[in-house]
């Protein structure tokens, strides 16, 4: 397979990806990677962040949360910031309430790292469930909803103790039947968590054009960050070819999909229209070797300040929010055929209607 970037040698671990019902479970065996201060039962990081997925989420172990976040974790959400393991365990009790049904498709685990350092995981996964008990956004509606998720975590010796939380909740409130404009404006209202304090770059920077970036780019670390910097920073969309295939699909926020490199343009239009003085940052840069191809995960955030239209619909305008999004982005040869943008318009909705 010819990629546009070189990929470091590291051992081979579990796949998840075009797993029938019947390969869920992954067998327990000897190590596929070294995994100091880990329960034996994980062969590699994919089936640590997997298996404890599902024990917590569809066995109901709630209490493996404890076993597997650290006391002191900092959770980083486009709501604010939490700090602790109970909160965590609130948050699950919660959300296990509301939907109580709740299934998690395992959609790629992307990694880095090793047992000295530590391990940085991204993991994608869709959920269908159905409402019957009441959310932070309105009372049960007893519908179904589908949605996709993404969670970057950072663990040691069997325990996260940093992650960052994105949920696509413009597409769940959406089915829930809500306007999320409204929601927007509850959800800011009593939002009780650690803010948190951002700072644009343009706010500084003023009218000085945007330069290339001066990195290499035959690393994934560099060719994800040209990629970004490139079509969200510089603007030039007329490059999207370089990195897509010609039918190329991207899974956007809200439920949005686009197909083909003039739709994904528009995609990225319409989300850019809604903070069009913002700055990219790519904060984290990791890779899976899958069953049906290599998917890199990357961790981003844009900031700015909202304008109405875009993605945000009829938002308070002038008002300084951040986008935090987990793109993965699955490759065919040299280009991208496939990518799963997930961000929280939500989120920033209530940081408009907050600031």
């Known amino acids: 397979m010819t990629l546009p970037f070189s990929l470091p040698d590291r051992p081979e671990v579990t796949k ?8 869920q479970v992954i067998p327990q065996g000897s190590r596929n990677q070294p995994m100091r201060g880990y329960d034996e039962q994980y062969v590699d990081i994919v089936d640590y962040i997997v298996g404890i997925t599902d024990e917590i989420w569809y066995e109901r172990a709630i209490g493996r949360v404890y076993d597997t ?3 002191a974790c900092v959770i980083y959400s486009s709501y604010g910031v939490v700090r602790s393991v109970e909160e965590v365990i609130a948050s699950t009790v919660a959300g296990i309430n509301s939907f109580p049904d709740g299934e998690i498709h395992h959609l790629n685990v992307a990694w880095s790292g090793d047992e000295e350092e530590g391990f940085y995981t991204s993991h994608l996964g869709f959920s269908r469930c159905t409402n019957v008990g009441p959310t932070a956004w309105g009372p049960a509606t007893g519908r179904r909803l589908a949605a996709r998720f993404a969670a970057d975590c950072i663990s040691r010796d069997n325990k996260i103790h940093t992650e960052w939380l994105v949920r696509d909740a413009g597409a769940q409130v959406r089915q829930l039947g809500f306007n999320i404009q409204e929601v927007a404006q509850r959800v800011a209202e009593r939002s009780s968590f650690d803010q948190f304090v951002i700072d644009p770059e343009t706010r500084l920077t ?3 054009p945007r330069k290339k970036l001066d990195i290499p780019n035959d690393t994934v670390d560099g060719w994800a960050r040209h990629l970004f910097h490139n079509l969200w920073n510089l603007k030039r969309l007329d490059w999207l070819n ?3 295939s010609s039918n190329a699909v991207v899974h956007g926020g809200g439920g949005r999909v686009a197909q083909g490199v003039r739709n994904i343009g528009a995609l990225l239009i319409h989300v850019q229209t809604a903070i069009p003085d913002g700055v990219m940052r ?6 899976s070797e899958e069953t049906d191809g290599v998917i ?5 955030v844009y900031e700015g300040t909202t304008q109405r239209g875009g993605v945000l619909g009829e938002c308070p305008v002038g008002k300084p929010v951040f986008m935090m999004g987990i793109s993965h982005m699955r490759f065919a040869g040299d280009k991208i055929v496939e990518e799963w943008m997930v961000f929280d318009e939500l989120g920033v909705l209530s940081q408009a209607y907050r600031s």
């Open 282 to 287: 790519v904060e984290h840069v990791s890779h």
């Open 206 to 208: 003023g009218q000085v």
């Open 296 to 300: 890199v995960a990357v961790r981003w």
């Open 69 to 71: 976040y650290d006391h």
């Open 242 to 244: 370089q990195y897509y």
């Open 16 to 23: 998840v990806r075009q797993r029938g019902e019947a390969d």
